[in-house]
């Protein structure tokens, strides 16, 4: 079942509305549902922006969102870079780290979006599937997209089972990957990325990479901000934090083992990083989807 609310901001520009979102949410919270779903969907939304429009990040969150842009043009405006996104582009957002997204240009922009809570399989499933924060993927012909994310809705409203609804959701994650490959990486950068994923804690210095990688630490932090926007230590913290939620939401290890085995230098220091990265810290983050009973994984 779905609750729809649909928000308006009013202002004047050529006598139209600038935002109307409808957006729709599942009637039952993820913690009255029986069981622990695979996937549990927060939000799905047909958002309209007319020229002016800017969204602002308030607060970093947890969850995750698809974002496909139908027609029209937005700039989406991280800490260091901007991205200008046009009909058929989707982003991939695994936590909310934009300063801001603001239409681009004087036509109407029109984009559709998914947002799931976190839960232990597909935060897991999405960790592996894309390397960075926010992944950008262009289709040439959106139609089979954007038919799946109106199949997502239908399913929604015509009260399907979890069954229908995470075989749709498990083909559209598909189609993003498969698209999102053909973007290839660097032998090299592949070759560090398996380095850094081969350390234990992930502890391997730059100077150590890149002696690995038979290059210059300079090339090296070419090569990761040119092929992940981001330096090779932003990239190791990345992976040690994701590494970390996997602990979180598969297993009841003390946060103080967690953050050892991620390579931090104890819990305070783990904890304050992981609040400043996400919003929330460790220990929220479990409560929010662990269940009270043991999970299979424990």
Request: glycine residues 4%; proline residues 4%.
């Amino acid at each position: 079942m779905l609750q729809k609310k649909i928000f308006r901001v009013h202002r004047e520009y050529d006598h139209k509305l600038l935002c109307e979102e409808h957006t729709y949410f599942p009637v039952l919270r993820p913690e009255t549902q029986d069981g622990n779903p695979l996937i549990h969907i927060a939000a799905l939304s047909e958002c309209f922006w007319h020229p002016g429009h800017v969204l602002r990040s308030k607060e970093k969150t947890a969850c995750i969102s698809l974002s496909l842009v139908c027609s029209g043009s937005c700039a989406v405006h991280e800490e260091y870079t901007s991205h200008i996104l046009k009909p058929g582009d989707l982003a991939v957002y695994k936590r909310r780290n934009f300063e801001d997204i603001r239409t681009h240009g004087n036509d109407l922009f029109r984009k559709k979006v998914i947002v799931f809570n976190c839960t232990p399989f597909l935060s897991g499933l999405i960790d592996l599937l894309f390397l960075q924060d926010i992944t950008f993927v262009h289709f040439d012909d959106p139609t089979g997209v954007e038919d799946l994310f109106d199949r997502i809705l239908s399913i929604f409203r015509d009260g399907g089972n979890d069954v229908e609804l995470n075989m749709a959701v498990f083909h559209l994650l598909y189609r993003i990957q498969k698209q999102s490959v053909k973007k290839q990486y660097s032998p090299q950068l592949q070759h560090a990325v398996e380095l850094i994923h081969a350390s234990a804690g992930m502890r391997i210095s730059r100077e150590k990479l890149a002696e690995e990688c038979n290059m210059s630490i300079s090339s090296l932090n070419r090569m990761f901000s040119r092929e992940l926007q981001c330096s090779p230590g932003q990239y190791v913290l990345k992976k040690r934090f994701e590494a970390a939620k996997r602990y979180l939401i598969a297993s009841r290890l003390p946060i103080k083992q967690i953050a050892l085995e991620c390579g931090f230098v104890n819990a305070k220091h783990f904890s304050a990083e992981f609040h400043r990265y996400y919003g929330i810290s460790p220990r929220e983050f479990r409560s929010g989807i662990l269940p009270e009973k043991e999970t299979p994984f424990s």
